[in-house]
T-cell receptor, first 111, second 111 residues
């Protein structure tokens, strides 16, 4: 059990570019979540997968955001046409039964 | 709706006790507590379920008042390692275990 892995750890991108983040959850965890956290705030829910099915998506998530979890293993979160307001820490978490295990996050800076 | 945490910040000397409160305007199924140190991912502390018992381990415990939709985290005989930001995450019981996090309580323990 190596925990939840996220890649990359940091990403700096120019406004208007597309970015993709990857999350590898703990292998036996069938629930996977994406959250976004900005400075001084708690994590904010983005989307949730159970196995390969995306079961919930926040109404705050614009059409520029898309997430996948092919074969119920790793997950990717893509942001198209990034905006400065997308700058945040993107956290992935997996869960089975008890609380979340979070990854270290991907810090996105849009310049 | 986002739960309200109080206090926003607290400074303790080693060995002192603290209570962090979390209050929601919605009926809750469970409350999660996490601690996040600067630059790191949130770490799960404990979960309190509706109808469940007060939980605790070591010198950290928590309670959940379902009728008042409130939870409190108790830290006794604080240690330097307790420093960090504490978040409560509330689950309204829709089955997804999607959490709504408060803004956090910053706890600083000084020698």
């Amino acid at each position: 059990d190596t925990g939840v892995s996220q890649d990359p750890r940091h990403k700096i991108t120019k406004r208007g570019q597309n970015v993709t983040f990857r999350c590898d959850p703990i292998s036996e965890h069938n629930r996977l979540y994406w959250y976004r956290q900005t400075l001084g705030q708690g994590p904010e829910f983005l989307t949730y997968f159970q196995n390969e099915a995306q079961l919930e998506k926040s109404r705050l998530l614009s059409d520029r955001f898309s997430a996948e979890r092919p074969k119920g293993s790793f997950s990717t979160l893509e942001i198209q046409r990034t905006e400065q307001g997308d700058s945040a820490m993107y956290l992935c978490a997996s869960m089975t039964g008890d609380g979340y295990t979070f990854g270290s996050g991907t810090r996105l800076t849009v310049v | 709706q986002q739960p309200v945490q109080s206090p926003q910040a607290v400074i303790l000397r080693e060995g002192e006790d603290a209570v962090i409160n979390c209050s929601s305007s919605k009926a809750l199924y469970s409350v999660h507590w996490y601690r996040q140190k600067h630059g790191e991912a949130p770490v799960f502390l404990m979960i309190l379920l509706k109808g469940g018992e007060q939980k605790g381990h070591d010198k950290i415990s928590a309670s959940f008042n379902e009728k008042k939709q409130q939870s409190s985290l108790y830290l006794t005989a604080s240690q330097l390692s307790y420093s960090g930001t504490y978040f409560c995450g509330t689950d309204s019981g829709a089955g997804s275990y999607q959490l709504t996090f408060g803004k956090g309580t910053k706890l600083s323990v000084i020698p």
